[in-house]
């Protein structure tokens, strides 16, 4: 099948599946997150986002499904943490490394988040179409989650910290317009109320592990954000952290086994999703069974010289070889120093990261107030809107809120 024909099928496949049931844990989401307005044009803009994911992301490229060299002990060396061979090389990655112990790298991202996480007090996101606001929730949950995961870096294994009762995802950590929220009630509240029925969703949440979904180079946006997921999940479902074909058993991650909600006959629906997306030897196999298995798992973070220094050879020796292996390893997107597709200090990694992320945290800092994240159409919106509020109430004791601007500017519910 031809390459375009098959990527309508997938997006096709992937709008069109069955509504799935709620998942267990839904959490009651505030009206007004509830509100859209499918005849809006507004944007939000993200280029705040852009600069930390541009600067701080590396693109791996798509999984070869090679394995990675076993563990080999050096002479002279101390002994290197165990890794999963058939993941360890996949995934994009985030330079945590380089936010450890640097406060001025943890105000900036932490100064980003803040930043997403006021905007819908400037305008109420009832005035955006689904996939901006679709976009925005995305945003605001990686960021966040970056956020969060660098405070506790060098933690390695991050199973403790994203499974069971005292996972920081339950942290009542953002307040968004007057709402405390955790990361679980973006998930499972907010997107899980207002987009039951797409499981692409799932790929957008970045879990800060190898065995999830890429964090990409850019943010999501509106116009795009259908597409950036489509492409997420292209790459989780080919990839060893998504699918393997193992002697006549068919695994998939156990992040599909963390998302039931949306494959309520687990092993039929999720099937009907993975045959959207899977290509190769695989789909042959995944045609021929009946049964999935959720064994696949690799709760190692996804930092960079960290989690790939274990694997020998060139991997362990400097940061600048462990570019070039990447490079060498990832032919379908080749990563190259000063490249479009890998980060401009690479060649240099200490001194011109550095500088590199000096210069982008000054640009941020002078563009990240609320208000510069929407269009001049927008904010005019809410101008017109505050105007006409005020005439109404000329002779009305009080003030009126940016919550009942959203009120009056009636955006349809769904």
Same mark, same amino acid.
Not at 307 to 315: A, I, P, R
């Given at each position: ?5 098959? !990527? ?14 709620? #998942? ?14 499918? @005849? ?25 499904? $090679?394995? +990675? ?27 945590? $490394? ?11 991202? *932490?100064?980003?988040?803040?930043? /997403? ?9 009832? +005035?955006?179409?689904? &996939? ?12 966040? %989650? ?18 069971? !009762? ?51 180079? *850019?943010?999501?946006?509106?116009? #795009?954000?259908? !597409?950036?997921?489509?492409? &997420? ?26 998302? =039931? ?6 092993? #039929?629906?999720?099937?009907?999703? /993975? ?32 989690? %790939? ?11 600048? #070889? %462990? ?9 379908? &997107? ?19 990261? *550095? ?5 982008? +945290?000054? @640009?941020? =800092? ?8 929407? *269009? ?9 809107? =505050? ?9 009305? $004791? ?13 955006? !349809?519910?769904?």
């Amino acid at each position: 099948m031809d390459k375009l024909p098959r !990527r309508i099928g997938v997006l096709l496949t992937a709008l069109c599946f069955t509504p799935a049931a709620m #998942a267990k844990d839904t959490r009651p989401v505030p009206e007004a997150f509830q509100r859209f307005d499918d @005849t809006s044009n507004f944007i939000i803009k993200y280029t705040d986002v852009d600069v930390v994911l541009g600067t701080m992301v590396v693109d791996v490229g798509r999984s070869t499904r $090679e394995k +990675a060299q076993e563990q080999r002990a050096q002479t002279g060396t101390r002994m290197k943490t165990k890794v999963k061979v058939d993941t360890a090389s996949e995934g994009n990655r985030f330079y945590f $490394e380089e936010f450890e112990d640097n406060e001025r790298y943890q105000e900036l991202l *932490s100064g980003v988040r803040e930043s /997403l996480e006021a905007a819908p007090g400037q305008v109420p996101l009832g +005035a955006f179409n689904r &996939n901006e606001q679709l976009a925005y929730w995305l945003n605001l949950y990686n960021i966040t %989650m970056l956020d969060e995961l660098v405070k506790m870096y060098p933690e390695r294994n991050l199973k403790k910290e994203l499974t069971g !009762r005292k996972s920081f995802l339950d942290d009542k950590i953002l307040n968004v317009a007057g709402h405390e929220l955790s990361l679980n009630d973006i998930q499972y509240g907010v997107l899980a109320t207002n987009y039951p029925d797409d499981p692409l969703v799932m790929y957008g949440l970045y879990q800060g592990i190898i065995g999830g979904p890429n964090i990409r180079k *850019s943010a999501y946006t509106g116009a #795009a954000v259908r !597409r950036q997921l489509a492409d &997420n999940a292209e790459e989780f479902v080919n990839s060893n952290r998504g699918t393997q074909a193992q002697d006549g058993d068919f695994e998939v991650s156990s992040f599909y086994d963390r998302n =039931r909600q949306y494959f309520p006959d687990f092993d #039929a629906d999720l099937k009907h999703h /993975l045959m959207a997306f899977i290509e190769g030897e695989e789909r042959i196999a995944l045609q021929a069974t009946t049964r999935l298995d959720p064994d696949i798992d690799d709760w190692t973070i996804t930092d960079l010289y960290g989690s %790939m220094d274990t694997l020998g050879g060139s991997f362990a020796t400097s940061k600048a #070889a %462990m570019l070039d292996s990447m490079s060498t390893q990832q032919p379908g &997107n080749p990563l190259e120093p000063g490249s479009s597709q890998g980060p401009a200090f690479a060649q240099t990694p200490g001194n011109t990261m *550095s500088a590199s992320f000096s210069d982008a +945290a000054s @640009t941020v =800092r002078s563009k990240t107030p609320p208000g510069m994240r929407f *269009s001049p159409d927008v904010l005019a919106h809410l101008e017109n809107l =505050r105007d006409k509020e005020e005439a109404a109430n000329l002779d009305k $004791e009080g003030t009126v809120t940016i919550e009942e601007m959203g009120e009056a500017s009636s955006p !349809r519910q769904d």
